[in-house]
């Protein structure tokens, strides 16, 4: 079982929660007799989740809290970035997020930072600044390739905005939340 260690939350511009399950120099952590109530409850409040490869990070924190805690969370479900891609016509063979972020954002991340395994159990303070450049981008490019990829999903099916707007009896902004909701 790999245990988690970083829990990375947000959209890398407006907010970005990063919770760290401390690992001490010897690889080995004692777990905590509790976590906070309030802990579950905000991670089983949140929406759907997105990522890359976001199921088995979900399947893996559950077992994860299943075993230290003895409960599970309630997750409200996941939508992985790749099945958007592929929604919004993407072809290529790959979908790993290097591939994503590159081709689908033009960004291109500093890979080896994400590699430092035995490190990511650190203080998100004690982390190299590349590190913790990492984590924050890694949200953000994640958050950027969901909207980007949403949107492409709305344009494509819903070409004619006001032909949309009028048959729906909706604003453009309302539409779009209900779309997005969906």
Same mark, same amino acid.
């Given at each position: 079982?790999?245990?988690?260690?970083?829990?990375?939350? /947000?959209?890398?511009?407006?907010?970005?929660?990063?919770?760290?399950?401390?690992?001490? %120099?010897?690889?080995?952590?004692?777990?905590?007799?509790?976590?906070?109530?309030?802990?579950? %409850?905000?991670? %089983?409040?949140?929406?759907?989740?997105?990522?890359?490869?976001?199921?088995?990070?979900?399947?893996?924190?559950?077992?994860?809290?299943? @075993?230290? *805690?003895?409960?599970?969370?309630?997750?409200? /479900? #996941?939508?992985?970035?790749?099945?958007?891609?592929?929604?919004?016509?993407?072809?290529?063979?790959?979908?790993?997020?290097?591939?994503?972020?590159?081709?689908?954002?033009?960004?291109?991340?500093?890979?080896?930072?994400? @590699? %430092?395994?035995?490190?990511?159990?650190?203080?998100?303070?004690?982390?190299?600044? #590349?590190?913790?450049?990492?984590?924050?981008?890694?949200?953000?490019?994640?958050?950027?390739?969901?909207?980007?990829?949403?949107?492409?999903?709305? *344009?494509?099916?819903?070409?004619?905005?006001?032909?949309?707007?009028?048959?729906?009896?909706?604003?453009?902004?309302?539409?779009?939340?209900?779309?997005?909701?969906?």
């Amino acid at each position: 079982l790999t245990w988690p260690v970083k829990m990375q939350i /947000g959209n890398g511009y407006s907010y970005a929660g990063i919770v760290t399950f401390h690992v001490p %120099e010897t690889g080995y952590a004692a777990k905590p007799s509790t976590i906070p109530k309030a802990f579950i %409850e905000f991670l %089983e409040d949140l929406p759907l989740v997105t990522g890359c490869g976001i199921r088995n990070d979900l399947v893996i924190i559950n077992k994860f809290m299943k @075993i230290a *805690y003895g409960r599970e969370v309630k997750f409200r /479900g #996941s939508v992985d970035i790749s099945v958007l891609a592929v929604l919004a016509g993407w072809t290529l063979k790959k979908t790993n997020m290097f591939t994503l972020a590159f081709v689908g954002a033009g960004v291109l991340m500093n890979k080896l930072s994400s @590699i %430092e395994y035995d490190k990511w159990g650190k203080k998100f303070k004690n982390l190299d600044p #590349s590190m913790q450049c990492y984590a924050v981008c890694d949200i953000k490019v994640g958050w950027l390739l969901a909207v980007t990829f949403l949107t492409t999903i709305l *344009y494509n099916w819903f070409p004619d905005q006001k032909a949309t707007c009028s048959y729906t009896k909706s604003r453009p902004f309302d539409f779009v939340q209900k779309f997005m909701q969906w």
